[in-house]
């Protein structure tokens, strides 16, 4: 079944220690999504590919990073988690059209600094 | 600012009976709009998506748009129990806009 995967689904790290979160897909589609979700809050947006072209939010801190190295790949890299950035962070694709644009969310990955 | 209000809930409907969310939304250009249902602990599901006025039945559920008044409901008939979790709206501003923006859900308790 076409999908979005994720790994890890939980990751722990300690305070300053980078930690990166991989995100894979079977849709062939063409965009792909960073989110950051933490309780009883909408998932947030850090940023985007358009295909290879990196689309990032204003308000996504430095410390956070990405890649996406080929169509199916893509990865976020946390430089130096804070106890702040413990959430869970989802990864969504969908294919760019006239007629709008469907996300598909991966599980997530939970991750927690200690 | 683009704006999705929901209200948070949590909102407790009887087994059997339907259920009714809400959302509005600030942009007027805005012109596809989503639900999405989010067990706790799990990342979000799409439930249905609408881009015309009027409602979209998919089986149980019910999405209604009102472009005019900006508001998007989605309507749960036969609620059952598998159905308490949190309800996402989001809406997509315009056909070329890749993003969403998503409200902050509202929790739904089915109660046996």
């Known amino acids: 079944d076409a999908m979005v995967i994720q790994n890890p689904r939980y990751q722990v790290t300690q305070f300053g220690k980078p930690v990166t979160l991989s995100c894979s897909q079977t849709?062939?589609?063409?965009?792909m999504y960073w989110y950051q979700q933490k309780s009883s809050q909408a998932p947030k947006l850090l940023f985007h590919?358009?295909?290879?072209?990196?689309?990032n939010e204003a308000d996504t801190p430095d410390n956070f990073q990405s890649r996406r190295p080929n169509t199916s790949f893509c990865f976020l890299d946390i430089r130096s988690p804070g106890l702040g950035d413990a959430a869970m962070y989802l990864c969504?694709?969908?294919?760019?059209?006239?007629?709008?644009?469907?996300?598909?969310f991966g599980p997530g990955t939970r991750l927690t600094v200690l | 600012q683009k704006e999705v209000e929901q209200n948070s809930g949590p909102l407790s409907v009887p087994e059997g009976a339907i259920a009714s969310l809400n959302c509005t939304y600030s942009?007027?250009?805005?012109?596809?709009f989503f639900w999405y249902r989010q067990y706790s602990g799990k990342s979000p599901e799409l439930i249905m998506f609408?881009?015309?006025?009027g409602d979209k039945e998919d089986g149980r559920f019910t999405a209604q748009l009102n472009k005019a008044s900006q508001y998007v409901s989605l309507l749960i008939r036969d609620s059952q129990p598998s159905d308490s979790a949190t309800y996402l709206c989001?809406?997509?501003?315009?056909?070329?806009?890749?993003?969403?923006?998503f409200g902050t859900g509202t929790r739904l308790t089915i109660i046996p």
């Open positions: 609408i881009y015309s006025n």
């Open positions: 590919y358009y295909d290879k072209d990196f689309n």
């Open positions: 942009d007027r250009g805005s012109q596809s």
């Open positions: 969504a694709t969908s294919r760019w059209s006239q007629g709008g644009d469907t996300q598909y």
């Open positions: 989001a809406v997509n501003s315009n056909f070329g806009n890749e993003k969403l923006t």
């Open positions: 849709l062939n589609h063409n965009v």
